[in-house]
């Protein structure tokens, strides 16, 4: 129970804390003022609102030491909690202790991280994992958390800009997905890049789920997304989708066509993982198995490579910049191959005003009579695999599927009431088979518009049975289907 003590002049409320401990707080001119302070301590340890006064006072250093080990997440989410924590956090604010953050320094610190060259998101995650760590010490040791950024704060017309900018090129209709699935095939030389785009738009799954998609999970006119390979640190090692999600997605005729075929190409399904030295962390590495969609040469796809240098050149018609002395350069093409033509190893661009003198040696394009150069115009500018899953919602939207199929295939949670007595039928899941099978059609029919030919066989055949004026026909023969 709180009392107050008279110590000299002055009177300090003492009181028990959550464990037990006395606490006190010193510095009251009277007994009443004294004995209210610890009252209302009691209070708010009962109210699960109390603070505790030393708890404050330690570093952010020694909270986090406390923090991080107990935390439950995929390893590749604590890999990138470390990374910032060692990087850009405890450098910083280390030192100081928990009472002494204010949002204002905070602030101030994201911006010089932008400022030290670092890119806009990097700061953004940085502050993210300070702000999840700070969480966790409200209301123990903080009444508040001092990173979390709160709404209405910044300059309004950038976020405005910026949101209107994101929704502009965020998803792909399915003409777009179509063309960038095309291209990206051509790029790699691989059937089986036409696929996994393809399948990336027409199911909503995530880069991840895609990766780590066996074979025997495949089914007519369903697809089992129960499983990701996460990559961390150039391996990858398998686990549960985000969040949990598992779930069953319908998916179209065309694509289950598609993917039959893809399976009994002969191309390789068994990854070449090795078992390796235990690290220590207990995490499920990747020692080899069957997966739907592997590399030639049996190895995961990296998703920095494929985004470097086949997705990105896909959809923006330039490879990105790797470096200083390695500026962006548009993908240029010999078009009198089939559409979209044969990808040429790249150049620099042509500056307007200057003498362009082509790039000599080993490696270099030979430009000929007979070359018909050209170069791709861009699809949709910074579209991503990811964006793709955002396509698929929005068709959803457009074809009016109800938003709990909706939720079921993008493998999120209906909240509420409306979660639990809400149900997925078999024909919604007709319903979104039809949708996206018309979907396909008429985007093949646009595509036909272009040329009737096309450098991936698999587009090949579908646009050569494509009947003038009718509904584009199944991907494959009917002995395939």
């Known amino acids: 129970m709180a009392y107050a003590e008279k110590r000299g002049n002055l009177y300090r409320a003492r009181w028990r804390g959550p464990d037990g401990s006395l606490e006190s707080q010193p510095g009251f001119t009277s007994e009443k003022a004294a004995l209210k302070y610890g009252r209302d301590q009691e ?27 107990a935390l439950d997440l995929e390893p590749n989410t604590l890999d990138n909690y470390r990374y910032h924590f060692e990087v850009f956090i405890l450098p910083t604010f280390g030192k100081d202790p928990l009472m002494d953050l204010t949002e204002q320094a905070i602030s101030k610190w994201e911006q010089s991280i932008v400022a030290a060259g670092f890119g806009k998101k990097t700061a953004t995650n940085a502050r993210g994992a300070l702000s999840a760590a700070l969480s966790d010490t409200v209301p123990r040791y903080l009444t508040l958390n001092p990173a979390a950024k709160k709404k209405g704060k910044g300059r309004k017309g950038k976020s405005r800009i910026e949101r209107v900018e994101k929704d502009a090129k965020v998803w792909a209709t399915p003409l777009q997905a179509l063309l960038i699935a095309e291209r990206a095939a051509t790029i790699s030389g691989l059937d089986a890049m036409f696929t996994a785009v393809i399948t990336l738009a027409y199911t909503g799954c995530r880069w991840g789920e895609m990766l780590g998609l066996p074979p025997d999970l495949i089914h007519s006119g369903a697809i089992d997304l129960h499983w990701k390979l996460y990559e961390l640190n150039g391996r990858f090692y398998r686990g549960r989708p985000k969040d949990g999600s598992m779930r069953t997605v319908a998916t179209p005729p065309f694509l289950n066509g598609l993917l039959r075929h893809h399976l009994a190409s002969g191309i390789p399904l068994k990854c070449t993982c090795l078992p390796r030295a235990d690290d ?46 390695r500026p962006r350069m548009p993908v240029l093409v010999d078009h009198q191959f089939p559409w979209p033509g044969k990808p040429l190893p790249a150049w620099p661009a042509a500056v307007p ?123 494959l023969p009917e002995s395939d289907r």
């Open 280 to 325: 220590g962390r207990r995490i499920p590495w990747c020692t080899g198995g069957e997966y739907a969609f592997v590399t030639a040469e049996g190895a995961h796809y990296r998703r920095s490579n494929v985004s470097e240098r086949i997705f990105r050149p896909a959809a923006d018609g330039w490879y990105p910049q790797r470096a200083p002395r």
């Open 353 to 475: 005003g200057e003498q362009y003198e082509p790039p000599q040696g080993r490696g270099r394009p030979r430009v000929t009579d007979e070359t018909r150069l050209a170069s791709w115009l861009p699809v949709l500018l910074d579209l991503t695999p990811h964006g793709l899953r955002h396509g698929y919602q929005t068709w959803m939207d457009e074809d009016g599927i109800p938003y709990v199929a909706q939720s079921r295939q993008m493998g999120h949670e209906v909240p509420g009431m409306r979660g639990i007595y809400s149900h997925v039928t078999d024909r919604m899941l007709d319903e979104i088979r039809g949708a996206l099978q018309r979907r396909w059609e008429e985007s093949l029919r646009a595509r036909a518009a272009l040329s009737l030919t096309s450098a991936v066989p698999v587009l090949a055949a579908a646009l050569k049975a494509l009947p003038k004026g009718a509904s584009a026909p199944n991907l």
């Open 43 to 69: 209070a708010a340890i009962r109210a699960q609102r109390y603070v505790d006064p030393r708890g404050a006072r330690m570093t952010l250093t020694d909270w986090v030491n406390r923090w991080f080990p």
